[in-house]
């Protein structure tokens, strides 16, 4: 059992919180919305007053945060946690941020001493919920080894990418793709339904078919054809369209740095980024049907 202070329990670091309560681990949170931090209490969990008051005692540090900023101030600097940390701490970001920002505050554990994983997720809120995410991490073997354990209490899948900042680089080129296969899941099924077909039979056919993939076989984009679904609840909670934004857009600047090309991603990012720009961004990346649905 570890003392486990969690920063971020958003609609993901929520239930990943309440996991590894489940799993017997004592479990302090802290997070800016009050809703959240009542969620964690309500599990069995202790909610703090700030991140300072989280970590008093810990011996494992985790965050989920929105973006590399908020990560980058809540570790760096002289009021940032690595100043506060003892040595020896285990510190593990799941947030999906840049690899470069994921390396700055890798290199400033190392300095005080701390150990640093990156271990952005993939499996959604279901995933996260269900305790099956994929772990995606970016450290050295010791400190993998170190936060299998506790990963395991969160997911089921635990990916060794590389030194620090790879699993973030993982992380991006999976969420590239998610991104082409939403959008084009989004379009096939508008032009089906223009046509004349029932949604619901569509997807299925293409579940059997060529097309398969993951939005089809467990986030159906579509209202009503999938009831644990995003869709089927006005698109709220899930993944928000700002955060698909976000991700397509670090694609982006590594595309950039390594003189990549990326046209199905930069496609997918320019989708995304006008659907934000008509007020969506706070929806569920599915809702990006509603483009299709609007323009058909
Ligand atoms: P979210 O917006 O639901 O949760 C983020 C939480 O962080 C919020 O509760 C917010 O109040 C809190 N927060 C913001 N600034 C804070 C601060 N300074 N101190 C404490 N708490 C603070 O986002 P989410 O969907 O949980 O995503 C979190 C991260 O996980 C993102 O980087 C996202 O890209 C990634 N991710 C999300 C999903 C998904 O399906 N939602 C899947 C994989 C990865």
């Not at 980058?72 to 690595?82: N, P, R, S, V």
């Amino acid at each position: 059992m570890s003392q486990i202070a969690f920063i971020g329990l958003g609609n993901m670091g929520g239930p990943m919180a309440q996991n590894l309560v489940k799993a017997g681990h004592q479990v302090r949170g802290f997070d800016l919305s009050a809703a959240a931090l009542e969620a964690l209490q309500a599990s069995g969990g202790q909610a703090a007053a700030s991140a300072t008051e989280a970590v008093q005692g810990a011996e494992v540090v985790i965050s989920m945060l929105p973006n590399g900023q908020l990560v980058e101030q809540l570790y760096l600097g002289e009021q940032g946690l690595l100043a506060q940390l003892p040595a020896g701490c285990l510190v593990i970001d799941s947030s999906t941020i840049a690899a470069e920002s994921a390396q700055r505050v890798g290199q400033a554990a190392e300095a005080a001493g701390i150990r640093f994983i990156d271990a952005p997720v993939s499996g959604g809120v279901g995933g996260a919920q269900a305790g099956t995410l994929s772990f995606i991490v970016g450290g050295s073997e010791a400190d993998f080894a170190a936060a299998q354990p506790l990963l395991a209490a969160m997911g089921k899948n635990l990916f060794h990418a590389g030194g620090v900042g790879a699993g973030q680089i993982a992380k991006i080129c999976n969420n590239l793709l998610l991104a082409v296969l939403m959008t084009g899941t989004t379009e096939a099924l508008a032009l089906g339904v223009k046509n004349g077909l029932d949604p619901a039979v569509l997807s299925q056919i293409m579940q059997q078919s060529s097309g398969s993939n993951w939005v089809l076989n467990v986030y159906n984009p579509w209202p009503g054809v999938m009831e644990q679904a995003p869709a089927s609840r006005d698109y709220q909670g899930g993944f928000q369209v700002d955060l698909m934004a976000k991700d397509l857009g670090l694609a982006w600047e590594t595309a950039l740095k390594s003189q990549s090309a990326i046209p199905m991603g930069s496609m997918a990012r320019n989708l995304f980024a006008l659907h934000a720009q008509q007020g969506k961004g706070g929806l569920d990346f599915s809702s990006v049907q509603q483009f299709f649905i609007a323009a058909s």
